[in-house]
């Protein structure tokens, strides 16, 4: 089992750009994918992106595909979200998350951070 922080989130101007890190306590943290999901005041969670163990394989959702990366560092037990070209819908918060398997749904994921707040001002 795996501990999710994460840090990064903040107030940025649209057409900006911000770099979230969660960082995972446990020795096994190079046994999960790890995604990133985001949740808007009155919305559904939704999920943003996927990366696996190795960190050779990666996915997007269609709205941050081209402005978004993800990335680990497996040496530093840390997963990251590159965020360039932010607009204002991409304000929510941003949750951290693991999974033994693979998936895009929030259900598939079982360990959770706290979330960090990315507003975007337009």
């Known amino acids: 089992q795996v501990q999710l922080v994460e840090s990064g989130g903040g107030l940025v101007q649209a057409g900006g750009s911000l770099r979230l890190s969660c960082a995972a306590s446990?020795?096994?943290?190079?046994?999960?994918?790890m995604g990133w999901f985001r949740q808007a005041p009155g919305k559904e969670r939704e999920f943003v992106a996927v990366?696996?163990?190795?960190?050779?394989?990666?996915a997007y959702a269609d709205s941050v595909k081209g402005r978004f990366t993800i990335s680990r560092d497996n040496a530093k037990n840390t997963v990251y979200l590159q965020m360039n070209s932010l607009k204002p819908e991409d304000t929510a918060v941003y949750y951290c998350?693991?999974?033994?398997?693979?998936?895009?749904?929030?259900?598939?994921?079982?360990?959770w951070g706290q979330g960090t707040q990315v507003t975007v001002s337009s």
């Open positions: 998350a693991a999974t033994t398997h693979w998936g895009t749904l929030v259900n598939e994921f079982g360990t």
């Open positions: 446990g020795r096994t943290f190079s046994s999960y994918a």
């Open positions: 990366i696996n163990w190795t960190g050779s394989s990666t």
